[in-house]
């Protein structure tokens, strides 16, 4: 034997007890990020299961034995409870969870009080947990594809312990010593030595999802406008960076967007009613739009499109498009019916190099304003040849 499996067990249990503190720290720290409550659950559940496990002496086998399983397996519907959550997905039904656990449950009794049998029963939990940790990796795959480290630590760990269960129902089957499981029966001293691998990971791997969802929302406060959600003005340049890179046709076209008349609409019906319009107009604008067009909020009133490979006249006709919508739009903000209209300057050009944005978005700028002058909700399209051409509605 490599090691005393009641120490083992022991230090298991401890382990265990020492991530569920460390999970419930961290739920109560981010109970904005879904899934941590059932994880910091799932980690209680199973350190307690564990150690039920050591009072073979001491309690009936329906504590020590059918108690301690149980929670074990109600700890890990816990754990893809939290998995389903964290992904924003349909978790398992409860009457199932229920079923499934009151099942193996009395099996487990069976196997204990009227054919006492361990390897039956390494057989069921091996095979269950099995089940769990491939339905895990399956919920999180989305997160594994898309973020790399994470999704290095969380895949590969989910794999392995998905395989090593089954693995341990064939050294069950193939090569049991006839021995209970406190003297290292059912493979009882490799199957906790990889409880204690089990324990660490799973703990480091909650983490590193939460801590993801955290890089995510600073991410998002970084690079969206909390008002509109769109793209902010930094990552608008960030985003045509990327362009760059991809791109094969470098021309370009960019339309400035400039609600009309707002600051009167602030001052009639109030600032919450103008932070509603606004959302509403970038609501309306982005239905309007496809991948890769970007879609952006430089403040205020303002707004910003970039249209790879389009050439000025379909932008023109995009921004005339976008302009009868919103004229021909009528919105209901708390009770009062709103109409308004939007000015836009439209640029084509180049992009080689991030300057050149600055330059389409200051030419896009001038056209927007000349729209203003000519008399608002109208569209203007400012050419190389410094060609103003405006289109009335």
Same mark, same amino acid.
């Given at each position: 034997?490599?090691?005393?499996?009641?120490?083992?067990?022991?230090i298991?249990?401890?382990?265990?007890?020492?991530?569920?503190?460390?999970?419930?720290?961290?739920?109560?720290?981010?109970?904005?990020?879904? &899934?941590?409550?059932?994880?910091?659950?799932?980690?209680?559940?199973?350190?307690?299961?564990?150690?039920?496990?050591?009072?073979?002496?001491?309690?009936p086998?329906?504590?020590?034995?059918?108690?301690?399983n149980?929670l074990?397996?109600?700890?890990?519907?816990?754990?893809?409870?939290g998995?389903?959550?964290?992904?924003?997905?349909?978790?398992t039904?409860?009457?199932?969870?229920?079923?499934?656990?009151?099942?193996?449950?009395?099996?487990?009794?069976?196997?204990s009080?009227?054919?006492?049998?361990?390897?039956?029963?390494v057989?069921?939990?091996?095979?269950?947990?099995?089940?769990?940790?491939?339905?895990?990796?399956?919920?999180?795959?989305?997160?594994?594809?898309?973020?790399?480290?994470?999704?290095?630590?969380?895949?590969f760990?989910?794999?392995?312990?998905a395989?090593?269960?089954?693995?341990?129902?064939l050294?069950?089957?193939?090569?049991?010593? &006839?021995k209970?499981?406190?003297?290292?029966?059912? &493979?009882?001293?490799?199957?906790m030595?990889?409880?204690?691998?089990?324990?660490?990971?799973?703990?480091?791997?909650?983490?590193?999802?939460?801590?993801?969802?955290?890089?995510? &929302?600073?991410?998002?406060?970084?690079?969206?406008?909390?008002?509109?959600?769109?793209?902010?003005?930094?990552a608008?340049?960030?985003?045509?960076q990327?362009?760059?890179q %991809?791109?094969?046709?470098?021309?370009?076209?960019?339309?400035?967007?400039?609600?009309?008349?707002?600051?009167?609409?602030?001052?009639?019906y109030?600032?919450?009613?103008g932070?509603?319009?606004?959302q509403?107009?970038?609501h309306?604008?982005s239905?309007?739009?496809?991948?890769?067009?970007l879609?952006?909020?430089?403040g205020?009133?303002?707004?910003?499109?970039?249209?790879? %490979?389009?050439?000025?006249?379909?932008?023109?006709?995009?921004a005339?498009?976008?302009?009868?919508k919103?004229?021909?739009?009528?919105?209901?903000?708390?009770?009062y019916?709103?109409?308004?209209?939007?000015?836009?300057?439209?640029?084509?050009?180049?992009?080689?190099q991030?300057?050149?944005l600055?330059?389409?978005?200051?030419?896009?700028?001038?056209?927007?304003?000349?729209?203003?002058?000519?008399?608002? %909700?109208?569209?203007?399209?400012?050419?190389?040849?410094?060609?103003?051409?405006?289109?009335?509605?």
């Open positions: 034997m490599l090691l005393h499996v009641p120490t083992l067990i022991f298991n249990g401890l382990l265990g007890i020492v991530a569920a503190i460390m999970l419930t720290a961290n739920w109560q720290m981010n109970k904005h990020v879904r &899934g941590t409550k059932e994880w910091a659950i799932t980690q209680w559940l199973w350190a307690f299961g564990l150690l039920l496990i050591l009072t073979r002496d001491i309690f086998y329906l504590i020590s034995i059918v108690l301690s149980a074990i397996i109600i700890g890990s519907f816990y754990f893809l409870r998995v389903s959550n964290y992904q924003g997905v349909k978790s039904p409860k009457l199932l969870e229920y079923s499934v656990t009151l099942v193996i449950a009395l099996l487990f009794y069976y196997f009080y009227h054919e006492y049998s361990l390897n039956i029963r057989v069921l939990i091996s095979a269950f947990s099995s089940l769990v940790m491939l339905r895990g990796l399956i919920v999180l795959w989305p997160t594994i594809i898309s973020s790399k480290g994470v999704g290095i630590v969380v895949g760990g989910l794999a392995f312990h395989v090593f269960f089954l693995s341990r129902i050294l069950t089957l193939y090569l049991d010593n &006839g209970p499981m406190l003297e290292g029966g059912g &493979g009882s001293v490799w199957i030595t990889e409880a204690s691998l089990f324990m660490f990971w799973s703990t480091i791997s909650f983490a590193m999802l939460t801590n993801l969802v955290l890089q995510n &929302g600073l991410l998002k406060l970084a690079n969206r406008d909390p008002l509109t959600n769109l793209l902010n003005r930094r608008v340049f960030e985003a045509c990327d362009l760059l %991809n791109q094969s046709n470098p021309k370009v076209s960019v339309m400035v967007l400039d609600l009309d008349h707002f600051k009167a609409i602030n001052d009639q109030g600032h919450s009613v932070d509603k319009v606004l509403h107009f970038a309306l604008v239905k309007e739009l496809d991948d890769p067009q879609f952006g909020r430089t205020g009133e303002e707004f910003i499109i970039v249209l790879p %490979n389009c050439d000025v006249e379909k932008a023109h006709n995009k005339q498009f976008l302009l009868d919103v004229h021909d739009t009528l919105i209901i903000v708390d009770g019916e709103i109409k308004f209209t939007v000015s836009i300057g439209v640029s084509n050009g180049a992009l080689n991030v300057e050149d600055r330059f389409l978005i200051n030419q896009a700028d001038k056209a927007m304003y000349q729209a203003k002058r000519n008399g608002r %909700n109208r569209v203007e399209t400012f050419t190389f040849e410094r060609q103003v051409r405006s289109v009335t509605v």
